[in-house]
């Protein structure tokens, strides 16, 4: 069984541009969530989607940052004009319910 | 508050000790907690979990303690071995259930 697939795995992006990072949830799992890991911390909980919803978005920076789990096809996390801050790496895990998550290999996010 | 954290940043044995890294959580109604593995360049996988309706856990070579009363959870590691050599964490759900909430996680280094 395919775990969580992200990708890229690797991003480089220049200040300003946008950003798109997938993530394809274990097979059988509904729920979806997005994380964030700066370099020496934890992970800072982003956001949780079930199918085309929205569940909590309480991590979510207010501005330039989207996420979307559409019907079909991989959650989507969006940063619009990236700024040298976002350089993170971005973690997609994923379960059935809201307990055990399972993660994927995170995508490394640089802006240069 | 609803943040978990860990007593100690990191935590250096020798192969074949047992190895026990702990974890304080601050939300009296946490009734969910787990433990994560994360070695470099990868994303977080899954140890062991516990409910809050259990005192101790055990699996393979490991064994989570949760102490209510001080709200104070630990992960046991027994024999450790090089393979053992990651940051691991602790994390419990967010106070709406919609989330893991982790700390920052405790750097194991196991020596030869």
């Known amino acids: 069984n395919a775990g969580v697939m992200q990708n890229p795995r690797h991003l480089v992006r220049r200040r300003g541009q946008e950003a798109r990072l997938r993530c394809s949830p274990m097979?059988?799992?509904?729920?979806v969530y997005w994380y964030r890991q700066l370099p020496e911390e934890g992970l800072k909980f982003m956001v949780y989607?079930?199918?085309?919803?929205?569940?909590?978005e309480s991590g979510m920076p207010k501005e330039r940052f989207s996420a979307e789990f559409p019907k079909e096809g991989p959650s989507i996390l969006r940063i619009q004009q990236v700024v040298r801050g976002d350089s993170a790496a971005y973690f997609c895990?994923?379960?059935?319910?809201?307990?055990?998550?399972?993660f994927g290999s995170g995508t490394q996010l640089s802006v240069l | 508050g609803e943040s978990v954290g860990l007593h100690l940043p990191t935590l250096s044995v020798q192969e074949g000790d047992n190895s026990i890294i702990n974890c304080a959580y601050s939300n009296s109604a946490s009734d969910y907690f787990i433990w994560y593995k994360q070695e470099s360049g990868k994303g977080p996988q899954f140890i062991i979990d516990?409910?809050?309706?259990?005192d101790k856990r055990q699996g393979q070579r490991v064994t989570v303690l949760l102490n209510k009363t001080v709200k104070h959870l630990s992960l046991q590691i027994a024999a450790t071995q090089p393979g053992d050599s990651a940051v691991y964490f602790c994390?419990?759900?967010?106070?709406?259930?919609?989330?893991?909430?982790f700390g920052k996680g405790t750097t194991l280094s196991v020596s030869s």
């Open positions: 994390a419990d759900l967010n106070q709406a259930g919609t989330a893991l909430i």
């Open positions: 989607l079930q199918k085309e919803n929205i569940i909590d």
């Open positions: 895990a994923s379960s059935r319910g809201r307990e055990k998550l399972f």
């Open positions: 097979k059988g799992h509904s729920h």
């Open positions: 516990i409910r809050s309706n259990m």
